[in-house]
């Protein structure tokens, strides 16, 4: 890639945080990136005598995620026959999707309620947007340190770091962690960015993050 590949991941793992904290603020606390949380606050909600609100919408995100998957695994086989690579389709699939998440939302205020359908849709545009970057990482970009969800990168940075620290590390260890330490700091970042920026802007704020996946498949374009 022209842009480098520690560039890319950490500029990825900003995105993954800024877009999943933004999501959670602004759709009634609903992960567009990390899906399977949703399942916990589902549950969460079930289990009150009056459930609130939010139940469907985390309920459709997830098949608009898995939908998307599927459908980046269609887009690299096409690619892959083709002898090409798919970067440039998933990432400007997601900078696609990411604008309409921004566009169903900023149509959507004021947001009153997370039955309505305009919030629907952003959160499942949100959620396929996502699920396309989660793919692209798998697909695409499967050198790179994870950046979408941080549980085990943090681990592992953990895990080296105690090695340094008792003199016990293997050799390359201290290369891992500086390459795992920059998304990890990326995605905190990105998710207080997210929060910040959607208060001040509300759902124009997703824009950043379209341009800096775009920025991602030009540059695999490029290669």
């Known amino acids: 890639m022209t842009l480098s590949s520690n560039r890319a991941a950490t500029l990825l793992a900003a995105v993954g945080g800024y877009v999943d904290t933004l999501g959670f603020v602004a759709l009634f606390g609903l992960f567009t990136a990390h899906v ?6 589902i549950g969460a909600e079930l289990s009150r005598p009056h459930p609130g609100h939010g139940v469907l919408l985390k309920l459709l995100a997830f098949p608009a995620f898995v939908a998307a998957v599927a459908l980046a695994r269609v887009v690299s ?11 440039g389709w998933l990432m400007g699939g997601q900078a696609v999707l990411l604008t ?5 939302g900023c149509l959507a205020q004021p947001l009153t309620g997370a039955e309505a359908p305009l919030v629907l849709l952003a959160g499942c545009l949100g959620a396929a947007g996502m699920g396309l970057q989660n793919a692209a990482g798998k697909l695409a970009l499967s050198k790179l340190t994870p950046h979408t969800v941080m549980t085990g990168n943090v681990t592992q940075l953990v895990l080296d770091a105690t090695d340094l620290a008792l003199g016990a590390a293997e050799p390359g260890v201290r290369q891992r962690l500086f390459k795992l330490l920059w998304p990890v700091l990326a995605f905190g970042g990105g998710a207080i960015a997210g929060a910040l920026a959607y208060m001040h802007l509300g759902f ?6 379209v341009l800096a996946v775009a920025l991602v498949g030009w540059a695999g374009v490029q290669d």
Do not use: D, H, K, Y
């Open 204 to 209: 124009i704020a997703v824009l950043p993050a």
């Open 77 to 87: 086989r096409i690619c892959e026959r083709r002898q090409r690579s798919c970067l």
């Open 100 to 104: 309409g998440f921004m566009v169903a």
């Open 36 to 41: 399977t949380g949703n399942f916990v606050l």
